[in-house]
């Protein structure tokens, strides 16, 4: 028997290179039984995949296509990278078509809304079906992990082939083989999980940013939120994992990574030799190549003044932090579990803006949480007043089955909800075009991100506070920091021109 390390299918021998371009599956023999450890197996079923694509391909003349579509947020995101990357390694031609031999859904659940989304699609994917029945779709992510709608799809949708969850997604190749070979239905959820496996290849949506997890799952149980329910226990990375993978982008183009978990600021607690998240920000800005950090999503009860001092510090940290204040009402804050009070908030903010000039701050709302009265909505006015947020993302509070929020009562009613949040829209929106107008005259770096989408002549990039400005310029600048003069703000984007050579 051959050990883990002989048996690895990378032609470099560092088993943290997992580029595209370095995995040899040629060196895999598919007549020997699969491996156990991971991530050998799943090399083993790419290898198997591949040969049953390239039958496919001599059989129908054209290679097979794939498409991956992502509901939700960041994580889920990174996830469809992973999914990508393997589909590359087995042979499918990625489309964006849905008119495709395989489709996957990565689908959230975090509100109703998400949900629906998918059943939508699904109808328009079973016609698909009908024109190619060797069609093969494949539902994984958040929504996955809820029993009951596995259970709609095992009744009613009978046309998926393939469902796995969020601790799983690693088994993606084997699980696909199984379909290829001719399952009909496979189905592989796990309630929960404590590993972290490493080392698959993914596919960047970008050359020149990429988001990196550093912990998977949550811990908060905010009363509202499935998302604990759905991935998991909190389990941070390894610093010397995230810092290998910081630096393979690095070597291969990316200048800005987005430190990715549903509260960064608790990184590092449980693991065997604890760190601080502000510890790993100090690590990760060593990495040469890397200009810019950014990260998502710090829970304000866990924000430090050791964090605070690292991002004042630091000329690559972006001066934006998204800290979601979900209300203003100190006793709706309890009722959501959030652990902090109105003032606390308030109180952080101030610090926040003082210590760090020119931060942005970001947030996230929930009109309608149940027991939520006028004078509860008022406080998250207020707070929205004092704080000024820079622009914040406001959502109707969506009642998720298993939450302890689902089964309390004053559910508030939806006319009364949606009078509110068109009055916090307002005043976000008019507080964010004020603020945005912050950095107007001014010269800043901006990261080039892309062509403009209306008017070619331009090039669209970032500001360090995530604001946009779109100036005259070739798609040659993409993935490059320029200094731009930002000469008119427009509400929430900038309009500006180039004001020097491009830095290297
Ligand atoms: N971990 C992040 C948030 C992840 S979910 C944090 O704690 O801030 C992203 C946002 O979705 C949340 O901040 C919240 O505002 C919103 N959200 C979550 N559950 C919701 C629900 N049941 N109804 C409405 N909005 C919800
Ligand atoms: Fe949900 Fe709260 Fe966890 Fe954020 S911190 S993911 S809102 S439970
Ligand atoms: Fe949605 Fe899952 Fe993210 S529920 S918001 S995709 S963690």
């Known amino acids: 028997m051959s050990t883990a ?47 049953i694509i390239k039958e496919r391909e001599l059989e129908d003349g054209r290679r097979q296509t794939a498409n991956v579509t992502t509901f939700g947020c960041q994580m889920n995101a990174k996830d469809s990278e992973k999914l990508r990357g393997i589909l590359d390694v087995i042979g499918y031609e ?15 659940t975090v509100r109703e809304n998400a949900n629906l989304k998918v059943y939508g699609h699904l109808g328009y994917l079973s016609n698909l079906k009908k024109k190619n029945p060797r069609m093969i779709i494949g539902l994984c992510g958040c929504m996955m992990q809820e029993p009951d709608v596995v259970e709609k799809l095992k009744k009613s949708y009978r046309f998926v082939n ?26 592989d959820i796990w309630q929960d999980t404590d590993k972290i496996v490493e080392d698959l290849p993914a596919d960047r949506t970008y050359s020149f940013k990429c988001g990196v997890n550093i912990m998977y799952g949550c811990n908060n149980f905010c009363t509202y939120c499935i998302v604990p329910y759905v991935r998991g226990r909190e389990r941070s990375r390894r610093p010397e994992d995230i810092l290998c993978e910081v630096e393979r982008l690095a070597k291969d183009g990316v200048i800005e990574v987005m430190l990715l978990g549903q509260n960064v600021n608790s990184y590092g607690k449980t693991l065997d030799e604890p760190i601080s998240f502000a510890e790993l920000l100090k690590m990760v800005e060593q990495v040469p190549g890397i200009e810019r950090i950014r990260f998502m999503t710090s829970h304000p009860k866990d924000l430090s003044d050791e964090l605070i001092a690292v991002m004042k510090q630091s000329s690559k940290i972006c001066c934006h932090l998204h800290l979601p204040l979900q209300s203003g009402s100190s006793r709706i804050l309890k009722k959501m579990n959030r652990r902090y009070t109105k003032e606390q908030y308030l109180a952080l903010a101030d610090k926040l803006r003082r210590e760090i000039p020119g931060l942005s701050i970001t947030t996230d709302i929930i009109v ?10 008022q406080e998250t ?10 622009s914040a993302f406001t959502f109707i509070y969506s009642k998720r089955t298993g939450t302890p929020a689902a089964a309390m009562e004053d559910q508030v009613p939806d006319d009364i909800v949606k009078d509110r949040f068109n009055r916090l829209l307002t005043l976000v929106q008019t507080i964010s075009q004020e603020m945005a107008t912050r950095v107007e005259g001014q010269t800043l770096p901006v990261l080039v991100e892309s062509v403009n989408d209306h008017d070619d002549s331009l090039v669209t990039g970032r500001l360090a506070n995530n604001l ?14 320029v200094d731009v003069h930002l000469t008119e703000c427009k509400g929430f984007y900038y309009m500006g021109e180039i004001s020097c050579e491009v830095m290297e």
Do not use: W
């Not at 393939?162 to 189905?187: C, D, P, S």
């Not at 946009?468 to 920091?481: C, N, R, S, T, Y």
């Open 5 to 51: 390390e002989e048996r690895t299918p990378f032609k470099s021998k560092d088993v943290n290179a997992v580029d595209l371009h370095s995995i040899d599956l040629d060196s895999i023999d598919t007549t020997n039984p699969a491996p156990e450890e991971e991530p050998a197996r799943q090399y083993y079923f790419m290898a198997k995949c591949r040969e």
């Open 94 to 108: 990625r489309t964006e078509s849905e008119e495709a031999d395989f489709v996957i859904y990565n689908t959230c």
């Open 162 to 187: 393939l469902i796995f969850g969020t601790h799983n997604i690693f088994k993606f190749a084997e699980l696909l083989y199984q379909v290829l070979e001719g399952q009909r239905m496979v189905i």
């Open 368 to 377: 309608g949480f149940p027991g939520e009265t006028e004078e509860d909505f």
């Open 381 to 390: 006015l207020d707070v929205v007043q004092k704080v000024r947020f820079d």
């Open 468 to 481: 946009l400005v779109h100036f005259p310029g070739g798609k040659d600048l993409i993935g490059k920091i």
